[in-house]
């Protein structure tokens, strides 16, 4: 362990899980699964899921890297040795190895899409395009494997290299650019957003809930939501955490990731509303909202190119830095496990990622009637990663943390008092419960 790479401060690991955090879940997906949903009643069932449920699992996640200063396969298998529990737990070390496959095989299509976009901004492509021709665009985009192929393949192409050259100057760097230059773009969107005279219609549709739209599906993809989006679950923040030092505090940063990433998508949602009210479409109108109703909305307004690119640019930055985050675990734990060359293993994984890319992006078009359990290929990924498999991932590491690791006094988290209680209630009961729970209601 002694020549494990660290972060080079405390901010840097916030940045990098701050970046791992905000993605496509908080400005694709958040915003459709809300116009999805109802709105205001939604926000508040995943504000409940994220405080609940997503905060304490995601401090217990930091904490089993932290501790263990190992990936999340050896995590458990060290850590479950030193404190002679079952060898059972490595399950959910292989098990977020394998969702890692999973998720950025589709996490790749869809940032693929923020590329064609971005192209199309800059390019004004679309410029004196009616309503429906721009479906039409984004519908032809999809009916196009060729072109899926190029952005997929450009997508996982920068993700490789950037995991290629290591936690420091790989992620570290860009993150260090990017985060800052996100945020920076977010408010100004959000500014742009608040000229608008739907400005208050937006604040109506987050403030004024219909609890109407609300069942127990909804509630499930608030709860599966909330791991999606603060990257929990599968080893993302356990291998951010193992590159902490082993005495760094981790409640107050996992606070702060945790916020920043709800704020992100609080934001996203008032910049994108706005736009789509303002030309009376609809905000139900699913994942293409964002290629569809957006792109729609924006060719409309004035600086609707420069807006556009921004938006489209902005959505970039959000996937890269996730999707090496997706990645990271798996390739640390093959490089350790085989002692091949880290290069050589980015190489071998993203391979394998794109090749299951290619059947995502088939999905749209040439095998859209391939079906499982009723939906394509790309659908079923999405709801057996952020529904099933996160959720159950971040069981396994709710209870590990905190029926294994913190009941032993050498490894326990280190909180005192009620901050502690609170933890360990909210992690060791409430989160297992919710889960499960809704976990049973929402796949009955
Ligand atoms: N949190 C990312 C998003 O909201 O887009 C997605 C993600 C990243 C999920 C890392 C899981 C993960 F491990």
């Given at each position: 362990m002694?020549?494990?790479?660290?972060?080079?401060?405390r901010y840097v690991f916030l940045l990098a899980a701050i970046g791992s955090a905000v993605g496509l879940g908080n400005i694709w997906k958040f915003p459709y699964i809300v116009g999805e949903h109802g709105g205001g009643a939604f926000i508040l069932v995943y504000l409940l899921c994220i405080t609940l449920v997503g905060i304490p699992v995601l401090i217990a996640e930091v904490f089993i890297g932290k501790t263990a200063q190992a990936n999340p396969v050896a995590?458990?298998?060290?850590?479950?040795?030193?404190?002679?529990?079952?060898?059972?737990?490595?399950?959910?070390?292989?098990?977020?190895?394998?969702?890692?496959?999973?998720?950025?095989?589709?996490?790749?299509?869809?940032?693929?899409w923020s590329l064609e976009y971005l192209s199309v901004f800059l390019q004004n492509?679309?410029?004196?395009?009616?309503?429906?021709?721009?479906?039409?665009?984004?519908?032809?985009?999809?009916?196009?494997?060729p072109t899926l192929l190029l952005w997929h393949s450009i997508f996982m192409v920068l993700t490789v290299i950037i995991v290629g050259r290591g936690i420091k100057s790989g992620i570290e760097k860009m993150v260090g650019i990017a985060m800052p230059l996100l945020f920076i773009i977010l408010i100004i969107l959000v500014i742009y957003a608040t000229q608008l005279d739907s400005f208050a219609q937006t604040l109506h549709y987050f403030l004024d809930p219909d609890f109407s739209k609300l069942n127990t599906q909804a509630v499930l993809i608030a709860l599966g939501h909330a791991f999606f989006t603060l990257s929990l679950g599968m080893g993302a923040m356990m291998i951010y955490g193992s590159y902490l030092q082993k005495n760094t505090p981790i409640?107050?940063?996992?606070?702060?990731?945790?916020?920043?990433?709800?704020?992100?998508?609080?934001l996203s949602g008032l910049a994108i509303f706005p736009l789509i009210f303002a030309h009376h479409l609809e905000p139900s109108s699913g994942p293409s909202l964002l290629f569809i109703s957006l792109p729609n909305a924006l060719l409309a307004l004035p600086f609707g190119q420069f807006f556009g690119i921004a938006f489209f640019f902005l959505l970039l930055i959000a996937a890269i830095s996730s999707a090496v985050s997706i990645l990271e675990p798996v390739v640390a734990y093959l490089v350790q496990k085989t002692q091949y060359s880290r290069g050589k293993i980015v190489s071998m994984v993203g391979a394998i990622i794109w090749l299951i890319g290619i059947g995502v992006l088939l999905s749209f078009n040439h095998w859209s009637e391939v079906k499982i359990l009723g939906n394509n290929i790309f659908d079923s990924l999405d709801y057996l990663t952020a529904?099933?498999?996160?959720?159950?991932?971040?069981?396994?590491?709710?209870?590990?943390?905190?029926?294994?690791?913190?009941k032993n006094p050498k490894t326990s988290i280190g909180m005192v008092g009620i901050p502690h209680k609170i933890w360990w209630l909210a992690t060791a009961f409430l989160a297992p419960v919710a889960i499960i729970t809704i976990a049973y209601n929402g796949l009955i």
């Open positions: 002694k020549n494990r790479q660290h972060w080079s401060s995590a458990f298998t060290n850590l479950a040795i030193q404190v002679k529990a079952s060898r059972f737990w490595v399950i959910f070390g292989y098990l977020g190895v394998l969702t890692g496959f999973l998720i950025l095989s589709f996490y790749s299509v869809v940032a693929g492509s679309l410029l004196g395009f009616d309503a429906k021709a721009i479906e039409d665009h984004f519908l032809s985009v999809l009916a196009s494997a409640v107050r940063l996992s606070f702060g990731i945790a916020i920043m990433d709800t704020l992100v998508a609080l529904n099933i498999l996160l959720p159950l991932g971040g069981l396994g590491i709710a209870l590990f943390a905190t029926w294994i690791l913190d």
